[in-house]
């Protein structure tokens, strides 16, 4: 879920899909903001016994449904804590996914969008202001550490890329992008981008374009049923393929 999400906003999916498949097990993964700055050997402890409940689901149906890049980030380190898990001279397997759907990314992660996505629950004008700040401060000297230790980009950088990598969800697997227009943390051009690269991979790609909000695309006068028929087509999709 994206970063920071709130219980009754969750809810209105988790709500979604227990009418769409009453019978289908849920697993929600929440991402909050300091997720970022916790030191990697401590966040992939903590990764470890939900890595392994996902591992059970392998050659399993799964529809994965991932919310901005905070659920990105989230799906790619649960893969590598996975891939971590794996007894030596055991294969690393991708995550198990029938279908992935996507929804408001992902993003390119630069400074501006981070801002907004970071502060974007917060109402106090004093605290949001100071985070940005904050944020415009840790963000760069994050991107150098990164790069002066050895590895290239940063965590977005490594993400956008890490979702395109078969160790991380199989080329097989069937992807919907639903992003909008009118979505002021994640640009639009950022989700396009990433839309083509899995095309010239010849992974098989649906596009849903909105005029809404930054995940709020089943509000308005038509867009649950919509997306609802989304959903149902992203399944059937995999189903058909797996």
């Known amino acids: 879920m994206t970063v920071g999400a ?63 890049n905070g659920g990105c980030l989230m799906l790619t380190y649960l893969v590598e804590a996975s891939h971590k898990a794996t007894p030596l001279g055991s294969p690393s397997k991708p995550l198990p996914a029938t279908t992935v759907i996507f929804d408001s990314c992902p993003g390119s992660g630069d400074v501006r969008s981070s801002m907004r996505a970071f502060t974007a629950g917060m109402k106090n004008p004093a605290a949001k202001y100071a985070f940005s700040a904050l944020i415009a401060l840790v ?45 002021l943390i994640i640009p639009y051009k950022a989700v396009e981008a990433h839309v083509e690269d899995s095309r010239r991979l010849e992974m098989t790609v649906d596009v849903e374009k909105f005029h809404t909000p930054h995940v709020q695309h089943i509000r308005g006068e038509g867009n649950l049923a919509r997306y609802i028929d989304i959903v149902r087509s992203a399944w059937k999709q995999g189903m058909s393929q797996s």
């Open 6 to 68: 709130r219980v009754p906003h969750i809810q209105k999916y988790t709500e979604l899909y227990n009418k769409l498949y009453p019978s289908a097990t849920q697993i929600v993964v929440r991402s909050y903001e300091d997720f970022l700055y916790t030191n990697s050997t401590q966040f992939y402890k903590e990764m470890m016994p939900l890595a392994k409940v996902v591992d059970d689901y392998q050659g399993k149906r799964v529809l994965v449904h991932v919310f901005s």
């Open 139 to 183: 963000f760069p000297v994050m991107r150098w550490y990164r790069i002066l230790t050895g590895r290239s980009g940063d965590h977005f950088d490594t993400m956008r890329k890490g979702l395109l990598a078969p160790a991380v969800l199989g080329h097989s697997v069937p992807r919907t992008y639903i992003y909008s227009d009118a979505d």
